[in-house]
């Protein structure tokens, strides 16, 4: 005969784990079910049935993943990185769609982005690539892609999220921008309280609202603070006689005219025979320079080959 259980926390799991459109994310919810499943001996039955049901759902997850279908195979690295880290309904989804060409499934389900989501959000004519990973507290979280980006914006919508994120975020020189979304909620003593909070801490933070409609949304300032966490410069060549690129190249401090003649082809420093300079690290415009050259932001450099 099966069993009625009443109690309100594994209805609702079990309600979840219904309308859930994923392995991973079904997992989540039968584990729930499973820890609130009654524990007395006419509730045996139902455990066993739970048990077995979770076993096949991680054989179908370890499956996904040795296949080469996990959420995070494949994603190429770009020169500007920053990856969106927080709680299930934070807003991420929604966050990645304002600053990006992306388009993401959004939903006020819990747990609904179980793959990363790519999107590229142009500023001051560069391209920053952003990822959006699933929930931090999800079995499709991968902790591997955040080892390995130059900025993680943690996005929170009270400040108990902030503290639950660290402690799982893998130890990383990654820049970090906490962005406390959803705050077209908030008054603005509310406001000024939060920030207090975040300065005394001395955290890099930003209030934002992720509808693009809305004033006062911040996404600018948002977007302003991750161009300004990479620490990078940009350099723009230029053929004789032709109009400089469009598009920068992106490059670390320090570099060195050599340095940017060997990113646009391997070898390429050696057919140069003369090169020229207009920006910040020149003395004049069309200023000939060797090829030890440093270069500043915004240096503009013309390539004379043999």
Do not use: C
């Not at 494949?74 to 991420?92: H, L």
């Not at 660290?166 to 603005?188: C, H, Q, S, W």
């Amino acid at each position: 005969m099966p069993i009625n259980v009443n109690d309100p926390e594994y209805v609702q799991a079990e309600k979840d784990y219904m309308e859930a459109s994923s392995p991973e994310e079904k997992l989540i919810y039968l584990k729930k079910m499973i820890s609130h499943a009654p524990k007395h001996k006419g509730g045996e039955n139902l455990r066993q049935q739970l048990t077995t049901r979770r076993k096949k759902l991680e054989l179908q997850v370890e499956k996904k993943k040795k296949s080469g279908k996990s959420s995070f195979k494949g994603i190429k690295k770009e020169d500007m990185q920053a990856v969106i880290v927080g709680r299930t309904n934070s807003g991420k989804s929604s966050l990645l769609k304002a600053l990006t060409n992306a388009s993401p499934m959004i939903s006020s389900n819990k747990f609904t982005t179980t793959e990363s989501q790519i999107g590229m959000m142009p500023y001051f004519g560069t391209q920053v690539q952003l990822i959006e990973v699933p929930a931090i507290e999800s079995e499709s979280f991968d902790r591997s892609i955040v080892h390995t980006t130059d900025t993680i914006l943690l996005l929170i919508n009270k400040l108990e999220d902030l503290k639950f994120i660290e402690e799982k975020l893998p130890k990383t020189p990654a820049k970090r921008i906490v962005v406390f979304n959803k705050t077209d909620y908030l008054d603005e003593k509310e406001k000024r309280k939060l920030s207090a909070t975040l300065q005394s801490k001395k955290y890099n933070f930003v209030f934002v609202s992720a509808i693009p409609e809305l004033p006062k949304n911040n996404l600018e300032e948002l977007k302003n603070k991750i161009f300004e966490s990479f620490n990078i410069m940009r350099v723009f060549t230029k053929e004789p006689g032709k109009e400089k690129s469009k598009k920068p190249m992106i490059m670390k401090p320090h570099s060195t005219v050599q340095d940017v003649a060997e990113k646009i082809l391997k070898g390429y420093s050696k057919k140069v025979k003369e090169t020229k300079i207009w920006g910040p690290s020149s003395k004049f415009g069309g200023q000939k320079i060797g090829l030890n050259h440093v270069l500043k932001d915004l240096d503009v450099v013309e390539f004379k080959t043999k």
